[in-house]
């Protein structure tokens, strides 16, 4: 078993795609593209290091 | 052959389950590896030692089945933080990070880390991966099925029609509608841990009045059909992740109570705290009644079948099964996340062509324990190591009224101790109870302890209680007026106990007919071998760490006794 961090496939971000197409969600993809780089930034400034009961619950 | 994996993760109490040619062979938590309780993290090493029990490479797997579907949770993520804008804006970047920081790529990640190639890891539906968990394990041919939680991808609570080899969606609540978490932020303003304190409520619930309905009608309304929803000006789960309730709450009920303060239930405070507890406990038995009621309206069903998070609620089974009108009813025992990796991987195993596995019989499907291993620990660590001849010595040593540490054979799936990884006691006399909840596991007094009771002696000692659940814990049962002087440790204070009944022809089993032997009670109190915080005990290391840091007063691991010098 292997070891490496794992990025987004093709077929994941195929998938994801295809997902709010077939909802008509495709509205939602400019929202989801600003936001990721906002969470990015979380990421990268240790934003997450406190994660909350219901952000498991919930999220 | 055929080998699905099944996974759940990355909200609590990840697990991965194997089923092979349609036989479940494996299932473990993670946290019984990472000794993190409810560990949330991606279950490798549970998923290893599934694979190494059932001696399969990671390649030899036909499928890899995560529980839910990332897209359609990550859709409702953004669909409500947008209905709840601007409400949701302190809340929404944190929880899309933690969406896009891990949980969106998990099929990508179990491909990797795993070494399975990515078109074998596949995803189900969160209730359908609990559907599948309760309905393919039971014994039933035709039956409904009940999820009910917090929540899913967006479903809350759904109703299922099982039928030999399929199931089919038959209605559905969404989020934020939502049994778990109305229970989840009681939960919160009892000052209990969510996803962890509920058990406590439920225990609470037994000393407290339902005099609060009027304030919960505010809360939640019960339809006729069976349909709920929750009054949302009093939830605020999606804006406040810490609590999941709004200050209206509060001003409702009265302030929360103070996590980690003492507990005193002769004072005002904590006796509402106990009636608001029961009033909860109270409402979420009528409202599954009434979803049972529609289930059984619906389908026509004979038996019910159960899980989700809710599932785990024993007092609520116990009267499913007296009031819903359902002739059977099963409870898969591991009702919570963790159990959704059974359902992941039989639904896997469905499509590979399997046949449905077999009933579900025993728990005990984690890595086993060594004598052989415990002695050599023993010997390193200078204890006294003893060999035992059989259930008689173990039982000789309970009837003295030692508490005991117990290891023995494959530690079990789900959060409940059925006597493999168990602390043992004699039930009687209360000093039993006050030593193990103060001193030993050192939790809140008021918390009930469970009997593990032969199955065929059973009705000397308990009301009658629903057969098919007891075996795994899963229900409580009224104690016998005449018994309770000799089973006062694990009476409730409502006079109820959660009963496991196992049969005599079980290591367990023959301990406890010996202990019957001697004392006249085929009975023993039966709690789980974990610390304050910890999770169950699962290797044989674990149990020694146990036994140092505790006061139990000898470990039995298999056929060695070990004593502290």
């Known amino acids: 078993m292997k070891d490496c961090a794992p990025v987004l496939s093709v077929r994941t971000v195929k998938d994801l795609v295809g997902h709010f197409a077939k909802q008509n969600r495709l509205v939602l993809i400019p929202l989801l593209v600003v936001l990721l780089l906002a969470a990015v930034l979380l990421v990268l400034t240790q934003g997450l290091a406190y994660v909350t009961p219901f952000v498991y619950a919930l999220f | ?565």
């Open chain 2, 1 to 565: 052959m055929s080998a699905t994996l099944g996974i759940s993760a990355n909200y609590h109490d990840a697990a991965a389950a194997l089923v092979v040619d349609g036989t479940l062979v494996a299932a473990m938590q993670e946290e019984r590896f990472s000794r993190i309780k409810n560990d949330p993290s991606l279950p490798l090493s549970a998923a290893r030692a599934c694979l190494s029990l059932a001696r399969l490479d990671a390649k030899d797997l036909t499928r890899v089945v995560f529980y839910e579907n990332p897209y359609r949770k990550l859709e409702r993520v953004l669909t409500m933080s947008l209905r709840t804008f601007p409400r949701s804006l302190s809340q929404f970047p944190r929880a899309l990070a933690s969406q896009l920081s891990g949980k969106l790529q998990v099929l990508d990640e179990l491909s990797s880390r795993l070494g399975v190639p990515r078109d074998r890891v596949l995803h189900r539906e969160h209730h359908e991966s609990h559907a599948a968990s309760a309905f393919f394990l039971s014994p039933f041919e035709r039956a409904a099925v009940l999820t009910v939680d917090a929540v899913g991808e967006e479903t809350t609570t759904a109703l299922w029609l099982g039928e030999g080899r399929t199931l089919t969606a038959l209605e559905r609540i969404a989020f934020p509608h939502s049994l778990g978490l109305l229970y989840s932020a009681l939960t919160a303003w009892c000052g209990f841990e969510v996803n962890e304190g509920e058990y406590k409520v439920m225990g609470l619930a037994a000393f407290g009045q339902p005099r609060f309905r009027d304030e919960f009608r505010k809360l939640i309304t019960l339809a006729s059909d069976g349909s709920f929803s929750l009054g949302l000006d009093f939830f605020d789960s999606h804006t406040n992740t810490e609590v999941g309730f709004s200050p209206k709450l509060e001003a409702l009920l009265g302030p929360r109570r103070l996590p980690g303060k003492p507990w005193d239930l002769t004072s005002e405070a904590d006796r509402r705290v106990a009636d608001v507890a029961c009033t909860l406990q109270t409402v979420l038995e009528e409202a599954l009644l009434g979803l049972a009621r529609r289930a059984k309206e619906r389908t026509g069903a004979d038996a019910l079948c159960l899980a989700g998070g809710v599932g785990l609620n024993a007092v609520a089974n116990a009267r499913l099964a007296r009031e819903s009108g359902f002739r059977d009813f099963f409870v898969q025992p591991a009702a919570g996340d963790a159990g959704a990796a059974l359902g992941a991987a039989i639904l896997g195993a469905l499509d590979s062509g399997d046949a449905r596995p077999a009933p579900l019989e025993r728990l005990s499907l984690g890595l086993p324990v060594s004598s052989d291993d415990a002695r050599t620990i023993a010997k390193n660590l200078g204890l006294v190591v003893t060999p035992l001849s059989g259930p008689d010595d173990v039982a000789e040593l309970l009837a003295k009224g030692e508490i005991l540490a117990f290891a023995e054979g494959r530690f079990e799936f789900g959060p409940r101790a059925l006597g493999n990884r168990s602390l043992l006691a004699l039930p009687t006399p209360i000093a039993v109870k006050e030593r193990l909840n103060r001193v030993i596991k050192r939790r809140e007094p008021f918390r009930p302890f469970a009997p593990a009771v032969l199955e065929a002696e059973a009705p000397k000692f308990f009301e009658p209680f629903a057969e098919r659940l007891a075996p795994f814990m899963v229900t409580v049962a009224g104690v016998k007026p005449e018994a309770r002087p000799s089973l006062e440790a694990i009476t409730h204070v409502d006079g109820t106990a959660r009963v496991q009944t196992v049969k005599a022809d079980s290591p367990f089993g023959a301990i406890i007919d010996a202990v019957g032997r001697r004392t006249g009670t085929p009975v023993v109190l039966n709690t789980s071998l974990n610390g304050k915080g910890d999770p169950i005990v699962g290797s044989v290391a674990d149990a020694f760490a146990f036994f140092l840091g505790h006061s139990a007063d000898a470990l039995v691991v298999d056929d060695v006794l070990i004593r502290k010098p």
